[in-house]
């Protein structure tokens, strides 16, 4: 069993920041990629910024220059700093974790988390 938990969200006026951190418990030999997701009412989930093993980087266009994503293997958590923020930015989080459960494993177990409210409002 695999559990993903987010937190760090909350509100916060335009041009604030916020850090969300996400951390992968359980049943886990090896995580691939982590990734941030966003959901805003009425629209669909959508990538933010995702992130491998190795370090590489993929962010959406809407988030370049001002999110940063990182990851701390050791600790199975990863990162998303959050600066200049928008309102346009509101939306729940959501933690992705591609995860491998054994080193026979042929298939990553796609893990989430339960989500985390970011609003940006005055």
């Known amino acids: 069993q695999v559990h993903v938990v987010e937190s760090g969200g909350g509100l916060v006026q335009p041009g604030g920041s916020l850090r969300l951190s996400c951390v992968a418990s359980g049943s886990i030999w090896r995580i691939n990629e982590m990734g941030w997701y966003r959901q805003a009412p009425g629209k669909p989930r959508a990538l933010v910024a995702a992130?491998?093993?190795?370090?590489?980087?993929n962010n959406a266009d809407s988030v370049k220059g001002r999110f940063t994503i990182s990851r701390d293997n050791a600790k199975n958590t990863v990162y998303l700093q959050m600066n200049s923020l928008k309102p346009e930015d509101t939306a729940v989080y959501y933690c992705?974790?591609?995860?491998?459960?054994?080193?026979?494993?042929?298939?990553?177990?796609?893990?989430w988390g339960q989500g985390t409210q970011v609003t940006i409002s005055s």
């Open positions: 992130i491998t093993s190795g370090g590489g980087t």
């Open positions: 992705n974790a591609k995860i491998v459960q054994t080193r026979w494993a042929t298939q990553e177990l796609d893990s």
